[in-house]
């Protein structure tokens, strides 16, 4: 890619499907296919004076390090945050979702639904003409480090558990929005273990297991089974996605989302009253 003087950065987009499966018996040999939407993005800084040549998605034989914080330190809500001011996963998310990309977005939502203190909303999402069908997304975060060729250090996976009882008392509480969902989002520090795997490919692996724990199901699949699965309600959606640093350089400047809607959330009459708090929180 070529950048003329004047230029200071160029950055390369990659999109995708990822297909991931996922072993469901042994002895029958099953695979569960999950498809994920996905979109890799590099950039590489230009100085002025003279054409030059950029490469991107490089797999350096050594991570690099630019001080900026690891995409595993991210907690729930800068995460969400991040993803939803990154204009490529928030694209990827509203497509995925059946929303346009000029839908209305909010998050850390507390009034008017709560009082300080009294809670908050993940994310509000909504079609900027249609704020009768709203979504409300509870967002649990998971942390997988890549080791080796077929080892991972998987964290904060139990944590899921309380996001699914959080997803429930929002679905069967006062707020019933038109579309309630359950969002994992599985942080990948893939700079280590992943060499032999070319930069848009990196991130969780079918195959790998966590080094410490279960080591019996792959970490994917442990994912997917997420702790308290059963107890999710039947009209609540499941929404997965991964955001993967490849290297050690800041996701804001090289990295790859994915986004799988596993289940699609059953839709139901809004409220008024959720209508009219999403028309205030529009204004």
Not at 5 to 25: C, D, E, F, N, Y
Not at 130 to 141: D, M, S, V, Y
Not at 226 to 240: E, K, M, Q, S, T
């Amino acid at each position: 890619m070529e950048r003329r003087p004047g230029s200071h950065r160029a950055r390369a987009a990659h999109a995708g499907i990822a297909v991931k499966l996922m072993q469901q018996t042994a002895l029958t040999l099953k695979m569960e296919i999950l498809t994920y939407r996905q979109i890799s993005f590099d950039t590489a800084h230009i100085a002025p004076g003279q054409p030059v040549a950029a490469r991107f998605f490089e797999a350096v034989p050594y991570p690099y390090v630019d001080g900026s914080t690891r995409v595993t330190e991210f907690d729930e809500k800068p995460i969400v945050r991040w993803l939803m001011l990154c204009p490529p996963a928030r694209q990827l998310i509203l497509d995925t979702l059946g929303l346009p990309a000029t839908a209305f977005y909010k998050p850390e939502v507390v009034r008017p639904f709560f009082a300080p203190g009294e809670g908050d909303l993940d994310l509000v999402l909504s079609p900027q003409l249609f704020p009768c069908e709203g979504f409300a997304l509870e967002c649990k975060r998971v942390k997988v480090e890549s080791v080796n060729a077929g080892q991972d250090k998987i964290n904060k996976l139990q944590d899921v558990a309380g996001g699914v009882r959080q997803a429930n008392k929002l679905y069967n509480g006062p707020f019933a929005f038109f579309q309630t969902y359950l969002t994992i989002i599985t942080e990948v520090e893939a700079s280590a273990g992943q060499a032999d795997w070319n930069i848009p490919n990196r991130g969780v692996r079918s195959h790998t297991t966590p080094q410490r724990g279960d080591t019996a199901r792959t970490t994917f699949r442990q994912i997917v089974e997420f702790p308290g699965r059963a107890d999710l309600h039947d009209d609540v959606g499941i929404l997965f996605i991964e955001i993967v640093q490849p290297s050690r350089v800041s996701i804001d400047k090289q990295a790859t989302i994915r986004v799988c809607a596993y289940r699609r959330a059953e839709p139901r009459d809004q409220r008024d009253s959720v209508t009219n708090r999403i028309r205030e929180i529009m204004q």
